[in-house]
Each structure stands twice: as structure tokens, then as C-alpha cells.
């Protein structure tokens, strides 16, 4: 049995992310929106070293950020505990690359990747059932990255409905480029939730400035498309552009580098290029590190 584990947790993009309005009766539960996305993993990675220890707690060490007391690793670890019994605890060492607030799903991430770890320790196989009790009680973004097939062959991606917990996975194109642009901006999901609210109100995206969405069935077939054709759009960009401009100007700084499709990621406020020319991509990266931080990853 294995005392000691290290495991990588990868950041995902949002290829395309389609916020429903949130409608008494649609979601089935007040304050949650259904959402429509293509999920993928890129190989830009936090980092999990996880240690059987006697005691019955997760006690996490992380040099480059202060975590609060409750996390997604805390809840993670307590959330196994309760299902399965397990009669010891966990240290967990993170070297945390992924930028919290940053819409690329690191901390459900290092969740999904603690389970994994938690399952491997303990010798109890992780179930669907087990993995869903677990991602239930830690956040949506826990279910994309335990079924989208990272664990299994080291690379995820799925179609992603429902409040995130309905995963389809399909086959991750091999062959894409993404360049990474931090802002340096914390987006909070809860309020990048409450301008998409306030812009439905307010018929934003039934207006002519609004947005396009191709139906949720299209999805797959334009994944595999030349990434210059997309016609994905992110419900949160125009609304967190609006308020934060430095959103949109690393944007237009991405499109403007040469990218064949760009956006944001999730909620925010990382914004990310898409290049099928690997020597475009370099290019790219290294004209837009002159101004921001840059991750060109695959």
C-alpha cells in the first residue's frame, strides 16, 4: 500500500460557455444556472504531493497563496471521510501554478485530483457513485474533471450541461495550441453570475449587441473544425469586459497576435488564444509576454 502520492491537477478552458437564465423551475433549485460548454485540460498544471497521516484531518501546506480554512481540498477530504469511513488523514503539499479566481477550475481540480489520490490510498476503487457523492459536496467543475478522461489517458474533454454535472466526454483534439494571458484581475463567480442576471433583465442577449450560440447539438462537430471557423461565444465576456476593460484589451492583444479563436475562460478573468500552428502560437507568446503574464501550454 502506498503511503505517499504525487499527482498533477490541470487547468481546463471553456470552449464556448453558454449561461441559461436562471428560471424557477428550469434548474430546479434558486440561484444555480444551467450552462452549456465544451470543456478541455490543457497540460498547465497545479501539483498534489498527498501523505497518509494518523490523524483524521487534511492539513494542507501551500508556499504561493493563503488558502482559507475551508477549501475545496478540505471539503474534498471531508466529503471521503463521510462516505467511505477511511481511519486516517491526509498532507497535502500544493505548489499551486493555477491563479485562484482565474476561471480555468484550479481548485475543483485539486479536488478531483486529492479524490483521485484519497481513492489510491485507501484502496477503495473510486466508483462513479463514490466520485459523484464526493463532487457533489465540493463544486460542479469536481464532475468534468473526474469523468472527461484526464485520469485515464492524461487529457480531458467533454461536452458540459446541466449546473456542470451532466459530462459527456469526446475525443480532445491533439493538435491545439493556447496561450494563456493572465489580467491579474480576480473574477468572483458569484458576481460574474449577477451581471449575467442583471444582462438578462436587462435584454442584452436578445438584443442586437448580444450574443450567438450554436445549439448545444452542434457543439461536437464544431470542435472538430478549423478553430478560425468557431462561432463559440462565453456569456460572461461581454458583461466582466464591461466592467473590467482590461479583460478586452487582452483579448483584442490575443486576437491581434494571430490567434484562430480566442475568449475567456469561464467566468474569468484568464483570457486564452486558440492556434492550430504551433510556430504562430510561439509568436504569439512571445509578442504578448512583452505586456502580460503568459502561459503557451497545449
Not at 492524461?154 to 450541461?161: E, F, K, M, N, P
Not at 493572465?182 to 449575467?196: C, I, K, P, Q
Amino acid at each position: 500500500m502506498s503511503f505517499d502520492i504525487c499527482i498533477k491537477a490541470p487547468a481546463k478552458v471553456n470552449i464556448g460557455l453558454k449561461v441559461l437564465k436562471n428560471e424557477s423551475g428550469t434548474s430546479g433549485i434558486a440561484g444555480y444556472h444551467n450552462i452549456e460548454s465544451i470543456f478541455q485540460t490543457v497540460d498547465f498544471c497545479d501539483e498534489l504531493r498527498v501523505t497518509r497521516i494518523p490523524e483524521k484531518k487534511c492539513v494542507i501546506r501551500c508556499p504561493q497563496m493563503s488558502l482559507p480554512s475551508e477549501n475545496t481540498l478540505t471539503k474534498t477530504y471531508s466529503a471521503f471521510l463521510s462516505e467511505t469511513g477511511i481511519d486516517f488523514g491526509v498532507k497535502v503539499e500544493l505548489n499551486k501554478n493555477l491563479p485562484a479566481g482565474g476561471g480555468l477550475g484550479g481548485g475543483s481540480s485539486d479536488g478531483a485530483s486529492l479524490l483521485k489520490a484519497l481513492s489510491e490510498l485507501s484502496q477503495i476503487p473510486l466508483t462513479k457513485e463514490l466520485a459523484d457523492n464526493v463532487a457533489s459536496r465540493v463544486g460542479s467543475d469536481v464532475f468534468f474533471f473526474l469523468h472527461s478522461g484526464f485520469f485515464e489517458n492524461g487529457r480531458g474533454c467533454a461536452l458540459v450541461s446541466g449546473r456542470g454535472e451532466v459530462v459527456q466526454p469526446i475525443s480532445p483534439r491533439t493538435n491545439l495550441n493556447f496561450l494563456l494571458v493572465f489580467t491579474g484581475l480576480h473574477s468572483s463567480t458569484a458576481e460574474a453570475y449577477s451581471l449575467v442576471d442583471a444582462a438578462y433583465e436587462s435584454g442584452f442577449y436578445d438584443s442586437p449587441e448580444g450574443l450567438s450560440f450554436p445549439d448545444f447539438s452542434e457543439l461536437k462537430n464544431l470542435y472538430y473544425k478549423n478553430a478560425a471557423s468557431w462561432n463559440f461565444s462565453n456569456s460572461f465576456t461581454p458583461v466582466l469586459t464591461k466592467k473590467y476593460p482590461a479583460i478586452g484589451e487582452a483579448l483584442q492583444d490575443i486576437i491581434d497576435s494571430g490567434a484562430d479563436w480566442a475568449d475567456m475562460s469561464g467566468s474569468g478573468a484568464t483570457v486564452f488564444g486558440v492556434f492550430e500552428s504551433a510556430l504562430a502560437a510561439n509568436e504569439a507568446f512571445n509578442k504578448c509576454q512583452k505586456k502580460w503574464k503568459c502561459v503557451l501550454t497545449r
